[in-house]
């Protein structure tokens, strides 16, 4: 009887196969239309600024916009995702920030934008931690922290899509038809509610063992061709605790201090990554003194460059664990941004340090993505995500603001210091993490609840 395997046990048994592939490209996709919608503003800001006769104040508001919407939207859509399940709330997220972009393009001012703009964060932001805990409960261990760590490059190609779209049709075309292109993603809705199955751990944390088993063995028909007696597995799951868990409960003993990490985690790597980079085509600008054009060829190629962050990201989170890849990362990250405007001048040079800088940022979040779903028990688990990450969301509203404010009063180089010392928050924060290398979720789940009981 002890020697049947649990419907938990049998999904980390099976092999990465072509049904993990269809569900993962699904969620892929997802990712990269949210690097593509979110960054179509940073590429037509220099358009938009001129349209509107927007100062740097206004600029960094309406390019923080969509990420006041991600504070709400991780929050709200977190919860929702642990209420009535990963494969609806996925859905939903991305019809708002679909159809959210492309009203966009009707904009007759930049205030309106500003309201539209903070709808697609709504959806953005509660696209990420459904997406996130989706994948870590269908993923094996031995390979969830590559694919985790390799969504983030989902993000680096849909960054470059928006920048090439701004480059081959914004500039002849005006911007307003990049933001109408922003409906795509609805595609990605329909093919969800076709591929997708709902998550197994969700459904048993839900007590919904019939289903669960049902997509169990749907799964291993797929897969491995064979249909596994289930009737002890099926009364294994049976005995199992059902727990219905709030937000409430990321603030309990035991889970307290999970919290605290990764709010600190989310709020520095997203100010790094964040209140800059919508800036850096303005930066590149007026600091290097490029052309709107080279500084859109440069970004674009540096984007899709820095999807050898994510990929090595994979395997280094896999071998060498999950806290010293997203510590040094994101320490290295910002010193060639630095090293770029300090040492910037030379036109090979600065791609050189650009390219440098997009990799290791991109490491930086392969980490984070791999790392947090897996730090939370599953029955908070998209919540908790969702709350992590509103926490960094609302710096991130704040941060571009912050910026044009030091950049208004110093230069470059009080932006450049303050994200030093996010970076440094985020590296310490991290190294006091417990690592999740090759653990199952159940593993790391029982642990946090032998934490709480003493």
């Keep these: 009887m002890s020697s049947t395997p649990s419907l ?12 993990h592939v269809r569900v993962t490209i699904v969620c892929f996709l997802g990712l990269l239309f949210f690097g593509f919608n979110n960054y179509m503003i940073s590429a037509s ?9 927007l100062g740097d104040v206004e ?6 916009a969509s990420f006041l919407g991600m504070f709400f939207g991780a929050l709200l ?24 972009t492309a009203l966009i393009a009707a904009s007759p001012n930049w205030i309106f934008m500003f309201l539209l703009r903070f709808m697609v964060g709504l959806g953005l932001g509660g696209l990420i931690p459904v997406t996130l805990a989706y994948l870590s409960e269908y993923l094996p261990a031995r390979v969830r922290g590559r694919i985790m760590a390799w969504s983030i490059s989902m993000f680096s190609l849909g960054i470059a899509l928006s920048y090439a779209l701004t480059l081959f049709i914004g500039l002849n075309y005006g911007w307003r038809w990049i933001f109408v292109s922003g409906i795509t993603p609805i595609v990605v809705a329909l093919l969800a509610r076709i591929i997708l199955p709902e998550s197994v751990r969700y459904l048993l944390k839900k007590g919904e063992i019939k289903k669960a088993l049902e997509i169990v063995e749907e799964i291993e028909r797929r897969t491995v061709g064979i249909r596994v007696l289930t009737q002890e597995a099926t009364r294994m799951e049976q005995a199992q605790d059902v727990v219905e868990l709030g937000i409430k409960s990321l603030f309990a003993h035991g889970t307290l201090r999970i919290t605290i990490t990764f709010s600190l985690i989310w709020t520095a790597v997203c100010f790094v990554c964040y209140a800059i980079s919508p800036w850096l085509l303005i930066f590149i600008q007026r600091e290097l003194k490029y052309p709107v054009t080279t500084g859109l060829l440069y970004l674009t190629a540096t984007a899709l460059i820095g999807m050898i ?12 664990g999950r806290r010293i890849t997203l510590s040094y990362s994101i320490i290295i990250s910002v010193a060639f941004l630095y090293m770029l405007f300090v040492l910037g001048g030379n036109p090979s040079l600065d791609l050189l340090f650009l390219s440098l800088q997009s990799i290791f940022l991109a490491s930086t979040w392969g980490a984070v993505y791999a790392f947090t779903p897996e730090s939370f028990p599953t029955e908070v688990r998209a919540a908790a995500v969702g709350f992590c990450s509103s926490i960094g969301r609302l710096v991130s509203f704040i941060g571009p603001t912050i910026v044009g404010l030091l950049y208004t009063m110093g230069g470059i180089f009080p932006v450049l210091t303050v994200n030093m010392i996010m970076a440094i928050i985020a590296m310490v924060a991290a190294l006091a993490a417990k690592e999740t290398k090759g653990l199952m979720l159940e593993e790391i789940t029982k642990a946090t609840r032998l934490h709480q009981r003493y």
């Excluded at 938990?8 to 049904?19: A, G, K, V």
């Excluded at 209420?83 to 997220?93: N, P």
């Design 77 to 100: 859509f977190g919860e929702v995702a642990d209420r009535i399940g990963r494969r609806l709330t996925f859905q939903y997220t991305i019809l708002i920030y679909a159809l959210s």
């Design 59 to 64: 600029t960094g508001l309406l390019l923080g």
């Design 309 to 320: 962050g994510t990929f090595t990201s994979g395997f280094l989170c896999d071998y060498l």
């Design 8 to 19: 938990i046990s049998r999904l980390e048994l099976l092999p990465f196969t072509s049904w």
């Design 45 to 53: 800001m220099p358009q938009i600024v001129s349209d509107f006769g």
